[in-house]
């Protein structure tokens, strides 16, 4: 599971598409959500943004497996 922000400061946003990538072809489960804003170190602080679901969206997937 990736989850990222593309205004991240340091901008983390293609490495961790490549991460997924690569997760992919070695035949792993994964997940990727890219997100337009969070920053940094988003966790569970809610912003009143998209990326504040992105702990339910893990819940979700875990649940999934």
Do not use: T
């Amino acid at each position: 599971f990736v989850s990222c922000a593309n205004d991240d400061p340091l901008e983390l946003a293609a490495p961790s598409v490549q991460i997924y990538q690569d997760w992919i072809l070695a035949g792993a489960e994964a997940e990727l959500h890219m997100f337009s804003k969070g920053g940094h170190g988003y966790g569970m602080n809610k912003i009143n943004a998209p990326v504040d679901r992105w702990s339910q969206l893990l819940i979700d997937w875990i649940l999934a497996l």
